[in-house]
C-alpha cells in the first residue's frame, strides 16, 4: 500500500472516530470514494474493503444487532 494511500486511511479513520453513527462514517466515506470514481480512478482496495466493513455494520446496526 502506497504512503499516500496509508496517510488517506489514517486521515479516514481519525474522523471516525470523532463521528459514533456508522452511518455518518459511510457517509463519509462514500464521499471519498464519490471523489476518486468523479476524477476517473479506480478505488483503491483498501478503500473498497472498508466500505464493505462499515456497510455491513450500519445492516447490522438497522437490525438491532
Excluded at 472498508?50 to 444487532?65: A, F, K, T
Aim: net charge negative.
Amino acid at each position: 500500500m502506497s504512503e499516500q494511500m496509508q496517510c488517506e486511511i489514517s486521515e479516514l479513520n481519525q474522523r471516525f472516530d470523532e463521528l459514533d453513527d456508522p452511518r455518518e462514517q459511510y457517509a463519509l466515506l462514500k464521499e471519498r470514494i464519490n471523489a476518486y470514481r468523479s476524477r476517473g480512478i479506480v478505488v483503491p482496495e483498501p478503500l473498497q474493503r472498508m466500505e464493505r466493513v462499515l456497510l455491513q455494520e450500519c445492516l447490522s446496526e438497522s437490525q438491532g444487532r
